[in-house]
């Protein structure tokens, strides 16, 4: 299995470019989350979603916008990328509604926007 | 609003030495408490975790001690050695309609040979 896949790995935009980003997960998962990481702040939760076809807004949900059209994927778009949104991007997954499920963490997106 | 306060933001110990990482929330209705820890270039990864009704939990060299008076918890790791060198996060989790995890700051901890 691989588990929580992010691609790219890499990117860098120029204010105003859009890109998606894309997570996949072949662990069956029902849960997935969108984080981005900042120094100083931790992860904080952009969107989620609780099954196919269902998306939900985080704590930091301005600027982006999340799809889940099949079960093992989860997009996260940038329509208009800033500065702000200059960060390392996390996507998780988890199996059930539970507080001590565990969240199973990709590898990471770094992304730049100039 | 930080509901975690996670600190030191940087630590560095001997090897053999003990680290300790401490956090504090805010809200009470948090049901679980874990710990990730993350290495460079890689995602966060669950180490230790505790429920609310425990006062102390041990995997290992890690320990996990939590004071639900004082709405403080803290990572312990004993015999520290140079692969725990990485970042760790504490979280606090509820669950409304979905798993919600409020992560730390982070705390990057560095061993020393």
């Known amino acids: 299995n691989a588990g929580v896949t992010q691609t790219p790995k890499f990117r860098v935009l120029k204010t105003g470019q859009s890109m998606t980003l894309l997570c996949a997960q072949d662990m069956n998962h029902e849960y997935m989350y969108w984080y981005r990481q900042d120094p100083g702040m931790g992860l904080r939760l952009i969107h989620y979603s609780v099954g196919e076809g269902t998306t939900a807004k985080g704590e930091v949900p301005d600027g982006y916008n999340v799809s889940r059209l099949k079960k093992q994927n989860f997009l996260l778009g940038l329509e208009s990328a800033a500065p702000s949104q200059t960060s390392v991007y996390f996507c998780a997954s988890s199996y059930r509604l539970a507080a001590t499920d565990t969240q199973y963490f990709g590898p990471g997106t770094r992304l730049t926007v100039l | 609003q930080q509901q975690v306060k996670q600190s030191p933001q940087s630590l560095i110990v001997q090897k053999g030495g003990i680290s300790i990482i401490n956090c504090a929330y805010e809200?009470?209705?948090?049901?679980?408490f874990p710990w990730y820890q993350q290495f460079p270039g890689k995602g966060p990864a669950l180490l230790i975790a505790i429920r609310p009704d425990v006062s102390e939990k041990k995997e290992g060299r890690f320990t996990i001690s939590f004071n639900k008076s004082a709405k403080q918890f803290s990572l312990h790791i004993m015999d520290s050695q140079p692969g725990d060198s990485a970042t760790y996060f504490c979280a606090a989790v509820t669950v409304q309609g979905a798993q919600k995890l409020v992560f730390g700051q982070g705390t990057r901890l560095t061993i020393n040979p």
């Open positions: 809200n009470t209705a948090f049901d679980y």
